[in-house]
């Protein structure tokens, strides 16, 4: 029998030295190489995919997480400003909204977090929990920059409140440049 990718000279060859062959022939070994560290570098893909998510809290969000798990922690909320109709503007304006409130409860009050309904719409939450009896603001800031017409935003806040979420919302008519 011939083997087509053996050489002439080792046709007539026993099965241990065709091993041998095999095993030593700087070709096969190159593959071997190649093909092992192919198998190598998938299963450490694979086994990197498979690990479960981070559960760690930073300490910044720690007291935030724990207010939401703990009914103790929770708070009431009053909103002194929740609603704007801030007019016409001229496209191209940058319009700042401040929403104040106080809190009503006998706990901190925790902004954990504000998200505005786009990017148009930058906010800021305070950085430190508002004490019981104090009131405190949220700043957002509208880019009207293409986006003529009526436009009606919303900034979700959410805290240690139940309910959790509030809707904070501002409409304004943006006329094009002239």
Known sequence: MRISCIPESMSKINKDELVKY?????KVISMKKYFYSLLLITAVIIAGCNQPESKTVSPEAAPAVSATTDPATLTTVEWIDSSFDKGAVTEGEKIEIAYRFKNTG?????????????GCTVAEK?????????EGVIKAIFNSENKQGLNHKTI????????????LKFTVTVNKKS
């Open 126 to 134: 305070p950085l430190e929990p508002i004490a019981p009896g104090k």
């Open 106 to 118: 006998q706990n901190p009050l925790i902004i954990k977090d504000v998200r505005p309904s786009c």
């Open 22 to 26: 095999l095993h030593l022939h700087p």
């Open 156 to 167: 979700t806040v959410i805290s240690n409140t139940q309910p959790e979420s509030h809707s």
